[in-house]
T-cell receptor
Framework: DGGITQSPKYLFRKEGQNVTLSCEQN?????MYWYRQDPGQGLRLIYY???????QKGDIAEGYSVSREKKESFPLTVTSAQKNPTAFYLC?????????????FGEGSRLTVL | SQQGEEDPQALSIQEGENATMNCSYK?????LQWYRQNSGRGLVHLIL?????REKHSGRLRVTLDTSKKSSSLLITASRAADTASYFC????????????FGAGTQVVVTP
């Protein structure tokens, strides 16, 4: 079945460590996104990519990095520079037909800093 | 910054009642979408309304859009316990193609 797969579902990190969250899609979508969600709050855009080998910063990119070497994959690295990384991370993709597109989401990765 | 802001933040109703939530946004948009999120899960797309549309229906959902007021509303008719979830609006700003931004959401609880 087509969809978006995020892994791991749960991740624990010690302070000062970098961690990488995986996001893979087999929907043949051009655009991919990373959002952060804090408890009881909405989604904030970290990074997005509309084409392979290109990506743009969202509203809260500091302390995060991404790569888009393949159309299917958009991994997110949470670096030690991110001061408050404990959150729920959501990856999404979109076909972006014309000037619009529906977002398809993965099931999320919950990162906890110990 | 959040492009969309929903109200109310939380809504508690009984089965069979209607649920209405609103979304306001700041800049001109290409379209506005509503999503649903069950606790601890990813978001699921419900409905999209384009900037040149005023109303759209999908099953028990009715969405309106007023671009002059930069606001939208989502109505869920004849609510069911299974409608319990958080609902978010997302906008695609006219000057930021493909950059989808979300509001803080409305948490809806439907009691049997």
């Amino acid at each position: 079945d087509g969809g978006i797969t995020q892994s791991p579902k749960y991740l624990f990190r010690k302070e000062g460590q970098n961690v990488t969250l995986s996001c893979e899609q087999n929907l043949n979508h051009d655009a991919m996104y990373w959002y952060r969600q804090d408890p009881g709050q909405g989604l904030r855009l970290i990074y997005y990519s509309q084409i392979v080998n290109d990506f743009q910063k969202g509203d809260i990119a500091e302390g995060y990095s991404v790569s888009r070497e393949k159309k299917e994959s958009f991994p997110l690295t949470v670096t030690s520079a991110q001061k408050n990384p404990t959150a729920f991370y959501l990856c999404a993709s979109s076909k972006l037909t014309g000037n619009t597109g529906e977002l398809f989401f993965g099931e999320g990765s919950r990162l906890t800093v110990l | 910054s959040q492009q969309g802001e929903e109200d109310p933040q939380a809504l508690s109703i009984q089965e069979g009642e209607n649920a209405t939530m609103n979304c306001s946004y700041k800049t001109s948009i290409n379209n506005l979408q509503w999503y649903r999120q069950n606790s601890g899960r990813g978001l699921v797309h419900l409905i999209l309304i384009r900037s040149n549309e005023r109303e759209k229906h999908s099953g028990r959902l009715r969405v309106t859009l007023d671009t002059s007021k930069k606001s939208s509303s989502l109505l869920i008719t004849a609510s069911r316990a299974a409608d319990t979830a958080s609902y978010f609006c997302a906008t695609d700003a006219a000057d930021s193609w493909g950059k989808f931004q979300f509001g803080a959401g409305t948490q809806v609880v439907v009691t049997p």
